[in-house]
């Protein structure tokens, strides 16, 4: 990490000025987004910066590590150029939109990175038993034909594993991704050679995130949008309120974030949600396993590979026990840490501390701890007057869904220096340092710590990635009147499907029930094999 100390308050101010801040926050007017839709014959762009795209950004930030800016080439059909994390200077939309063609086939960074991308799907393949082997069994079924879906995710070689295995039951996609940061460049290059609509590179402006989501979204002749699977709400949000018409053909919605959930549940209230919609983050497949044991080894990835800590008696406070907290904490527990909850919900907080953690409020703890979390879903967990209070050094992240729970926008002000520290591939960090010489350090800009600074172990995002594809499936070929204009969970039979997708993977045998047992227990033999009320 730099030591440096900061720069006389001028200088302060000026870095502060002129910041372009990105968001990934709720939409505020969709129909001020750039740009038309598909267009098939359309030109193919990947973006590329100027030699001197780096320090276009220095006005915000004075960096300690910008890449190495990389010859620009330009040829009739498509603009390419560096794939480092760095090439932020010009976004690849605007030379689309520049050259007089704004609706590309698809838009990416680097489309000539497509053979590293490549490599880093066929990896992924190897570690996600259960989509491959839905894939297997249900490409001749083609159980999606015609179906044509708006995604809106994170894009990275197991999502990519995912949208193949869509296109191979059948269905047509267009993909953006739903937060700036987290999107793969080599592996948008792959799906976008491969022939899919892809539209995302990691460091999104802005206008560029609404700008990749509205090439998804808006109807033409020759894409009807049916289906939509989000991450976040984005998507069905935008859709709702620049495309109501076409969102009314929408056959149903699969949401996988507890942000996404909230904001259907919000619609379905104030009945403004016409079709039905599938939440896939209440799931037990989703809930358990992505939620609680993939961040318990995402967390500790992202913070060694951000920050290069040691965690052996640093003192951390987590903020939410739900199953991402609980994650969290166990993995920080595990590696010597001092951990502290913080909680509203008394049901979590005795699970807390009955797994031997103190239960507290943040003040208490804010002067003294090394390391703050937040896994809430809510906003404003974290504000500026904690981060007044914070210890120099303190390392602050973000792994719940939204980019609203720290609150980043207070930290810029002239009195206020960013530092951009890291800015490679899986590693996003600043420091915001002091009049006084203080400084934190925060990873991500407040945005997911786990896919922004790390990875996700591919293994776990298979248990996801088929429980989406099935909530598809189920959605899409549902008899007319089988789900109203509601949110709905997955039915318990599939969640099961999906654990027996994966259980060969460990060698795992399952016990059957006889049928006087079954008929003990009132079972079916084949399950489900829990009421939906079961907490598991």
């Not at 090439?215 to 309120?241: E, F, S, V, Y």
């Not at 090394?370 to 303190?394: F, L, P, S, W």
Request: hydrophobic share 35%; glycine share 8%.
């Amino acid at each position: 990490m730099s030591d440096g100390h900061g720069e006389p308050n001028t200088l302060r101010k000026d870095s502060v000025a002129t910041a372009n801040v990105s968001s990934d926050s709720p939409v505020t007017d969709p129909g001020q987004v750039r740009g038309g839709n598909t267009d098939g014959n359309a030109g193919k762009f990947e973006g590329q910066r100027g030699k001197s795209g780096a320090l276009k950004k220095s006005a915000r930030y004075r960096s300690r590590s910008l890449s190495a800016s990389s010859a620009d080439s330009y040829s009739s059909t498509s603009y390419t150029g560096s794939s480092s994390d760095e090439d932020e200077g010009v976004q690849p939309h605007e030379k689309a939109i520049a050259a007089g063609q704004p609706n590309p086939p698809y838009c990416v960074r680097n489309v000539e990175q497509h053979g590293f991308g490549r490599r880093e799907i066929e990896i992924a393949e190897q570690e996600m038993p259960g989509i491959m082997a839905l894939r297997a069994r249900a490409k001749d079924d083609k159980p999606l034909k015609d179906a044509k879906i708006v995604g809106c995710t994170h894009i990275n070689a197991q999502t990519a594993v995912l949208i193949e295995t869509l296109a191979a039951l059948g269905a047509t996609v267009r993909w953006a991704a739903c937060n700036i940061y987290s999107t793969q460049n080599e592996v948008a290059a792959a799906l976008a050679h491969a022939g899919f609509a892809i539209f995302a590179w990691r460091g999104e402006s802005e206008e560029a995130f609404w700008w990749c989501i509205d090439q998804c979204c808006t109807p033409t002749g020759a894409w009807q949008p049916n289906m939509i699977l989000d991450d976040g709400g984005d998507a069905t949000h935008l859709m709702l309120k620049k495309h109501p018409t076409a969102f009314k053909q929408i056959k149903g919605i699969v949401e996988e974030s507890v942000t996404g959930v909230h904001r259907l549940y919000q619609l379905s209230k104030a009945n403004k949600l016409c079709v039905p919609a599938m939440n896939v983050n209440d799931s037990v497949t989703k809930t358990k396993f992505d939620n609680l044991y993939s961040c318990r080894e995402s967390i500790i990835d992202a913070l060694k590979r951000s920050t290069d800590l040691m965690f052996g008696g640093k003192q951390a406070v987590v903020c939410g026990y739900g199953e991402v907290g609980k994650g969290c904490c166990q993995a920080l527990k595990a590696l010597g840490s001092v951990v502290y909850v913080t909680e509203i919900d008394p049901i979590c907080a005795l699970q807390a501390a009955m797994d031997g953690f103190r239960v507290v409020k943040l003040n208490e703890v804010i002067r003294q701890v090394d390391i703050v979390i937040t896994a809430t879903g809510n906003k404003g967990v974290v504000t500026r007057e904690h981060m007044e209070r914070m210890k120099n050094g303190c390392v602050v992240c973000n792994m719940g869904h939204s980019n609203t729970e720290i609150d980043v926008h207070a930290l810029r002000t002239p009195d206020l220096l960013w530092e951009r520290v890291r800015s490679q591939l899986f590693s996003q960090v600043d420091h915001i340092i002091w009049p006084n010489d203080k400084r934190i350090v925060l990873l991500a800009e407040g945005r997911l710590a786990n896919l922004c600074c790390s990875s996700l172990p591919s293994f776990v995002v298979s248990v996801t990635a088929a429980t989406q594809a099935l909530a598809l499936i189920e959605l899409y070929n549902a008899p007319q009147h089988r789900y109203k204009a509601d949110v709905y969970l997955l039915p318990k039979k599939m969640d099961e499907y999906v654990a027996s997708l994966h259980l060969p993977t460990f060698d795992a045998h399952l016990t059957e029930l006889t049928d006087e047992q079954a008929k003990y227990l009132g079972l079916n033999k084949v399950g489900p094999f829990k009421p939906n009320y079961y907490r598991y």
